[in-house]
């Protein structure tokens, strides 16, 4: 059972324009919410989170924004640049335990 | 200075052998993990260890069966290897559970080709 669902599989944008990545989940239990990023051939890299105390949180180029009643958080990364092409993973993580569950990625190509 | 490191980076073998990958982080983290990313490319939670107790293990075959020498290291040993085995496995380590302690750094993965 898919806890974390990404529904894009890929995403286009412009370079210098916004993308937004979306992630949805259904475990009320979940307390922290994360983004990494994935390069080919690499692993996952840690890029941004959030506590489900807060509804936003901001670092330079990237803002994670938390809608719990809709169970729903987005990235937001303005403006893109080439180098942000690469699949992002979101992550969330219940309040107990060491369990992580991540969503399926959305692949993001920022057009030169 | 390689935070999360596993070895081999490529590993091809025939199916019924017995291969190992081998971790080590050097973050001083208490926590450690075993990802396996299928062909769709779901990252997918197969064990975890802290202090080098088994705390994790999801529904994995008995083939697999991880080794904590010490809690900087987490090995992954499979026996019988099948073809449904192929896939890329990551190595991650976390502070320990619980807000930004939860946050996993992960290896480059190993991509492992039963033929």
């Known amino acids: 059972d898919q806890q974390v669902k990404q529904n894009s599989p890929s995403l286009s944008v412009q370079e210098g324009r916004i993308s937004i990545l979306n992630c949805d989940y259904t475990?009320?239990?979940?307390?922290?919410f994360l983004w990494y990023k994935k390069y080919p051939a690499e692993g996952p890299t840690f890029l941004i989170s959030?506590?489900?105390?807060?509804d936003k949180n901001e670092d330079g180029r990237f803002t994670v924004f938390l809608n719990k009643s809709a169970k729903h958080l987005s990235l937001h990364i303005v403006p893109s640049q080439p180098g942000d092409s690469a699949v992002y993973f979101c992550?969330?993580?219940?309040?107990?335990?060491?369990?992580?569950?991540f969503g399926t990625g959305t692949s993001l190509t920022v057009i030169p | 200075d390689t935070a999360v490191s596993q070895t081999p980076k490529y590993l091809v073998t025939q199916m019924g052998n017995d291969k190992s990958i081998k971790c080590e982080q050097n973050?001083?983290?208490?926590?450690m993990y075993w990802y396996k990313q299928d062909s769709k490319k779901f990252l997918k939670i197969m064990f975890s260890?802290?202090?080098?107790?088994?705390?994790i293990n999801e529904t994995v075959p008995n083939r697999f069966s991880p080794k904590s020498p010490d809690k900087a290291h987490l090995n992954l040993h499979i026996n019988s290897l099948e073809l449904g085995d192929s896939a890329v496995y990551f190595c991650?380590?976390?502070?320990?559970?619980?807000?930004?302690?939860?946050?996993?750094?992960f290896g480059a993965g190993t991509r492992l080709s039963v033929l």
């Open positions: 991650a380590s976390s502070q320990g559970s619980g807000g930004a302690r939860s946050i996993q750094y």
């Open positions: 475990n009320s239990m979940f307390d922290y």
């Open positions: 959030i506590s489900s105390i807060k």
């Open positions: 992550a969330a993580t219940p309040n107990t335990g060491n369990q992580f569950y």
């Open positions: 973050l001083g983290h208490d926590t």
């Open positions: 260890y802290n202090n080098k107790e088994l705390i």
